[in-house]
């Protein structure tokens, strides 16, 4: 079976997810960054996965996109869905929930978050800032300083979306 895994990061963590998701499935895998090109041709692949990081309770812009201008024919494949985002549990799936198009999401095989990363050495001092008084709101959290780089990406939700996709035997209608 053959494998496309389609994602849009901004300061890389998706794109991180998508190379060890793509060690963990099995067959033929492709991983294709939208900024660089969103023109795919999708009737190559058997499975579609869609990864994205979310901004400000949103998905990329790119990914938004190709998603609407795909649907149909992304109706017809076995599909995934994850985010990378630094919430946890129900809050975090809640992003894939309000992202993602319903018709998509109904079908899909695997739907997950896999953590997220801060990475402060990318960021300008506004999205810096804007992390630092976020953080002091959560009061169940320590605040963030915003000069250490922070990583909670969970390689086990990893393997276990890479497992329920190796493992889906029917196609999706």
Do not use: W
């Amino acid at each position: 079976m053959n494998t496309i895994i389609i994602y849009a990061t901004k300061y890389g963590s998706t794109e991180k997810c998508a190379s060890i998701l793509a060690k963990n499935l099995d067959g033929s895998v492709d991983i294709h960054n939208l900024k660089m090109n969103n023109d795919i041709d999708l009737s190559k692949y058997d499975k579609v996965i869609i990864g994205s990081s979310i901004y400000i309770g949103q998905i990329r812009k790119e990914v938004k996109e190709f998603c609407e201008n795909n649907l149909n024919e992304l109706k017809n494949k076995k599909t995934g869905f994850y985010i990378c985002c630094m919430h946890e549990g129900a809050e975090a799936l809640s992003q894939i929930d309000n992202n993602f198009p319903k018709e998509l999401l109904s079908n899909a095989i695997a739907k997950e978050h896999f953590g997220g990363e801060f990475s402060f050495d990318k960021m300008n001092f506004i999205e810096k800032f804007t992390v630092k008084m976020v953080s002091k709101k959560d009061d169940k959290k320590k605040p963030i300083d915003g000069k250490k780089n922070i990583s909670n990406l969970s390689e086990g939700r990893i393997k276990k979306f890479a497992q329920l996709m190796n493992n889906s035997g029917k196609k999706n209608i």
